[in-house]
């Protein structure tokens, strides 16, 4: 049960940003920038730094939502991997040194040491996915811990995740007057 009252058909962050629309524009619009607008890092790669801070702060809805967004763009056993064994994922050098980078932002932002950083740069991350990968994990922290902190209602429905992974996929993170519709 939520600890304020939102609207029940909205759970997860859904509801919280309906409830402050003012507060939710900006949110939506940097998230949408980070994870839709112009990047060397894939949208499905993004989704895993969103999915990887998800699963480490232990946020269900969060890390289910990005996984299923993941999904959209990437075989599924991509971001289970990510979740579960990132030695074993099946993604590149490069993804890899950066998704460390984000679970320890995800714990701790100091926990990003030097040594983290060059080898990112030795398997060929820029500066901007450097930061890029710092500010989603960031971002998605923050989310964590907004839809924990007040409870949100989190659905255990797999096929709930799997219309949300099309909407954030189709519609991207902007607010639209349809965009809950096949929810």
Sequence with gaps: MPYISLKENLPGITGLLEYRLDTALPIRQLTHILLRG???????ERELIATIVSNGNECQFCTAAHTAAANQYL???VAEKVKTNLDAAPVSEKMKALLVIARAV???GRLVT????EKARAEGATDRELHDTVLIAALFS???RYVDGLASVTPTDPAFY????????DKGYLPSEDRYATL
């Design 38 to 44: 112009e990047s060397t890092l894939t949208e499905g």
């Design 75 to 77: 075989d599924p056993v």
């Design 106 to 108: 995800g714990r701790n």
């Design 114 to 117: 030097p040594e983290l950083v």
């Design 142 to 144: 923050l989310y964590n």
């Design 162 to 169: 799997d219309r949300l992974g099309h909407i954030l996929k």
